[in-house]
């Protein structure tokens, strides 16, 4: 796509400057859409209608009305927090979720960046995020934002570590950490996609990284950096008007971004379960997506069903339950693959 719109455009930076709008444009809408519909499936679950009014049809615009109300509310800084950071860190946090969406193959005809370690690359950016919520913590200088992002990076480092083994598992079978190959990899009928390979192993990697990546973007069970019955809100007590914006955004852009990389490395990605039939770029560009959401709807529908874990719950779960089967599932694979050659 990259060598196409520069033969037409004939300008090679502002093919890579377009390309770099594109997951912005779905970012936003997205995230629109995914509180008004986290809304809707909550407000169902306990029997009630949620928003109804704002836009007609089932408040669908309800979401447009906060986030206007949101940028248009006074810039509030707190008199002993450092400003500096304070004002920098909800940036660092988007941008750490955006610059994933760089490696991200949404169809097979785009991809933001065509790197060849790609899954690499988005373990590595995503870490921005911590730094960001840190500087959120400190910088607020409150203590239930510090103890906010105090359990948010402990949280997020442990459970890398599982969600990296696991995604380990696959690229031992297929080779490479390119997104795009991964892809290639389970062409054809979804029987093909590796969650069903090497069974039972690479079913309950898909497993295990599902669960971390509900801690990676702190969603329930694992909520408790903004723990509201305990931290009033955690990292995020302190802002308001755009900057809160901005954390709200970056924590569903994240949750896309976990659910895109579940859907490429074990559901098949951009290909059709039923082969060839509705295969293509475009179509390409809808299973991606309804893979996508099909993962952001069970991430809704546990915050509504599962009770938060505490702390040492947290931690023992990541740590004596995840990182050891990780660890078997690593071995397995690598014992599987080597007899297989």
Do not use: C
């Not at 009305?65 to 509030?76: S, T």
């Not at 959401?293 to 599962?306: C, D, G, N």
């Amino acid at each position: 796509m990259k060598e196409f719109l520069i033969d037409i455009l004939q300008n090679e930076i502002l093919v890579y400057v377009l390309l770099a709008a594109v997951p912005l444009v779905w970012i936003i809408p997205f995230a629109l859409f995914a509180v008004w519909w986290e809304r809707k499936i909550s407000a169902h679950m306990q029997d009630r209608l949620g928003p109804m009014r704002t836009g007609g049809w089932h408040g669908w615009a309800q979401t447009i009305a906060d986030i206007l109300k949101l940028i248009q509310k006074e810039d509030i800084i707190p008199a002993a927090a450092d400003r500096k950071l304070f004002n920098l860190a909800p940036y660092v946090v988007f941008v750490g979720s955006f610059a994933a969406y760089a490696a991200i193959p949404f169809s097979a005809a785009y991809v933001g960046s065509e790197i060849n370690i790609g899954l690499f690359y988005i373990l590595a950016v995503s870490s921005f995020v911590v730094i960001g919520l840190l500087m959120a913590g400190w910088a607020s200088n409150n203590k239930w934002s510090l103890f906010g992002a105090m359990r948010a990076a402990a949280q997020i480092v442990s459970y890398e570590i599982p969600v990296a083994l696991s995604l380990l598992a696959v690229i031992m079978i297929v080779g490479t950490f390119d997104l795009q190959e991964i892809n290639r990899a389970q062409s054809g009928y979804f029987w093909n996609w590796f969650v069903f390979q090497k069974f039972p192993l690479l079913f309950v990697a898909a497993t295990i990284y599902f669960v971390a990546s509900l801690a990676e973007v702190n969603r329930t069970p694992f909520d408790i950096p903004e723990a509201e019955s305990e931290l009033v809100a955690g990292y995020h007590t302190e802002y308001g008007g755009m900057k809160f914006a901005l954390l709200f955004l970056a924590e569903y852009a994240n949750m896309f971004a976990v659910s895109a990389i579940a859907a490429t490395v074990f559901f098949g990605g951009w290909n059709s379960p039923f082969g060839d039939f509705m295969s293509g770029p475009v179509w390409g560009l809808f299973w991606f997506i309804s893979k996508g959401m099909a993962f952001i709807f069970v991430h809704m529908w546990l915050r509504w069903t599962l009770p938060r874990l505490r702390v040492d719950q947290l931690m023992y779960v990541g740590w004596k339950v995840l990182i050891p089967f990780s660890f078997v599932i690593v071995l397995g694979v690598g014992f599987w693959v080597m007899l297989a050659r």
